[in-house]
């Protein structure tokens, strides 16, 4: 299995991904800008802010507690596979959630991958399933007490363990280096910086993607 991403910023390409709506007709369908509820799912895209797309848990036609479903494409592992991705959760109404589960295909069971976690802003993930065979992951988005578009995915990846690239948008305050060390042999070093940094004219003026 080679590394596949999709950022789902091509409009009616989503690289193989397919979506299965709920018995009412609701859906995960891509989305551009904000989520059309202020306050609730995404502000706008992970991976191309401000022109990209991303993958919404749509909320029309939905019921409460429904659940659509993504699936990826199949893909051959012969010992571990590691699926990355951001995702936001963010909404008023409970209920709504976001699971992640593999399966191998022709099997009926199901591995929990992953639960998501509440937050204001785009989350960074990395699970792997290890198996033998051809492999499926399903995202699973479920609906609140009042359906509303609260769960969102983009920047999509399956690769063979260890050959996906560490993703850290540093905004962790507990883990804010995620997994990533750095070396002072010259005397410099990295510092985590916040906004606008003080000196005037050099340098990033904020945040990526959370400028």
């Known amino acids: 299995c080679m590394m596949q991403t999709c950022s789902f910023d091509i409009p009616n390409d989503l690289c193989g991904w397919t979506w299965i709506p709920t018995a009412s007709g609701a859906k995960w ?57 951001h995702y936001i959760l963010r909404g008023q109404s409970p209920g709504a959630a976001l699971h992640i589960y593999a399966s191998v295909l022709g099997s009926i069971r199901k591995h929990t991958l992953f639960s998501g976690h509440p937050g204001p802003n785009w989350q960074a993930v990395s699970v792997s399933y290890t198996t033998v065979g051809r492999i499926q992951f399903i995202v699973v988005g479920v609906f609140g007490k009042i359906p509303e578009p609260a769960v969102a995915v983009d920047a999509i990846s399956i690769a063979p363990c260890g050959e996906g690239f560490p993703q850290c948008d540093f905004e962790d305050s507990a883990h804010p280096f995620c997994d990533w060390v750095q070396t002072s042999r010259d005397g410099g070093h990295w510092v985590l910086r916040h906004k606008n940094i003080s000196i005037h004219g050099m340098g990033p003026s904020g945040d990526f993607p959370n400028a």
């Open 29 to 85: 369908t891509q989305k551009k800008g904000p989520s059309g509820k202020p306050g609730v799912g995404p502000d706008g895209d992970f991976s191309s802010p401000g022109s990209g797309y991303y993958m919404l848990l749509d909320p029309r036609n939905a019921r409460p507690g429904q659940k659509a479903i993504l699936l990826s494409p199949v893909s051959p592992s012969s010992d571990c596979l590691s699926l990355s991705f």
